[in-house]
């Protein structure tokens, strides 16, 4: 399954949830310097999916906040936990 999510970096707290648009808020700690944003909202996010971070992939946004992951269908539950994430806010 495809998601598009929304990274904010240098937050004060690392955070899955809500939307920016259409796209998943990831809000990580990390700066975005030479890729740690994006390596930790891909660990940010398969933690709050319940998933391994192998299970989540990077598709497209390396080097942009808004980016396109790919996480494994055979993470149990992915669909009800990503509404979930989806709704807070």
């Known amino acids: 399954m495809r998601v598009a999510i929304r990274v904010k970096p240098g937050a004060s707290r690392a955070r899955v ?3 920016h ?3 998943l808020v990831v809000a990580v700690n990390a700066r975005a310097v030479d ?3 994006t390596e930790a909202a891909l ?5 709050s999916l319940g998933a391994r971070r192998r299970n989540v992939r990077l598709v ?3 080097t942009s906040r808004d980016k396109l992951v790919e ?3 055979a993470v149990p539950g ?3 936990r990503l509404d979930e ?3 807070l806010g």
Request: glycine share 26%.
């Open 17 to 19: 949830g809500g939307l």
């Open 21 to 23: 648009g259409d796209r």
């Open 35 to 37: 890729g740690a944003a």
């Open 43 to 47: 660990a940010a996010l398969a933690g």
């Open 60 to 62: 497209s946004g390396a």
């Open 71 to 73: 996480v494994d269908d």
């Open 78 to 80: 992915l669909a009800g």
């Open 85 to 87: 994430l989806r709704a």
